[in-house]
T-cell receptor, first 110, second 114 residues
């Protein structure tokens, strides 16, 4: 079974700071997802990547397949970025489902 | 509809009762997934449908849990003899054709077993 670890579990930062959230996994994968979950809200897919780097607005995701590691970066952070960020890998423990990390709870203070 | 929908949004039941949770995937998506998220945890895989058939049900915790997708669109997750430990948010996701295609998540059903 793939083990997915995220760090940090909790992160509080000031508006404007550069944010990095890390994800590591134990078994080779074909794709990694970064997801965002607001309190009481649904899950939104931010990125799906299998190599290299992707950028969308202020969000950047990178993955190193050899090191089994991915990072999510937020530039010029804003209070509206406050959410739980979840890393998920495919394939996961169930061969056809995602395996998720526990999430990183991010709070951006104004 | 534009996205994945789930009903009900909240369900409170008593220990020992039977519950059904419904998922309407995005039209045309052949793959449908059920996940369960306990408080403070990431979601956990339960079952995956490709069309009408359950292609992988290895995540179902025990035989009290069952899911169907009779016409290859709407799916129902059924829980018999509910226990307090079943309390969680049940998430449904769909993707165009399974595999490592992007999954689109519904808002979830929050189940509370008293």
């Amino acid at each position: 079974k793939n083990e997915v670890e995220q760090s940090p579990q909790n992160l509080t930062a000031q508006e404007g700071e550069f944010i990095t959230i890390n994800c590591s996994y134990s078994v080779g994968i074909s794709a990694l997802h970064w997801l965002q979950q607001h309190p009481g809200g649904g899950i939104v897919s931010l990125f799906m990547l299998s190599s290299g780097k992707k950028k969308h607005g202020r969000l950047i995701a990178t993955i190193n397949i050899q090191e089994k590691h991915s990072s999510l970066h937020i530039t010029a952070s804003h209070p509206r970025d406050s959410a739980v960020y979840i890393c998920a890998v495919f394939p996961g423990g169930g061969a056809d489902g995602l395996t998720f990390g526990k999430g990183t709870h991010l709070i951006i203070q104004p | 509809g534009a996205g994945v929908s789930q009903t009900p949004s909240n369900k409170v039941t008593e220990k020992g009762k039977y519950v059904e949770l419904r998922c309407d995937p995005i039209s045309g998506h052949t793959a449908l997934y059920w996940y369960r998220q306990s408080l403070g945890q990431g979601p956990e895989f339960l079952i995956y449908f490709q069309g009408t058939g359950a292609a992988d049900d290895s995540g179902l915790p025990n035989d009290r849990f069952f899911a169907v997708r009779p016409e290859g669109s709407v799916s129902t997750l059924k829980i018999q003899r509910t226990e307090r430990g079943d309390s969680a948010v049940y998430l449904c996701a769909s993707s165009l054709s399974g595999g490592n295609n992007e999954q689109f998540f519904g808002p979830g059903t929050r189940l509370t077993v008293l």
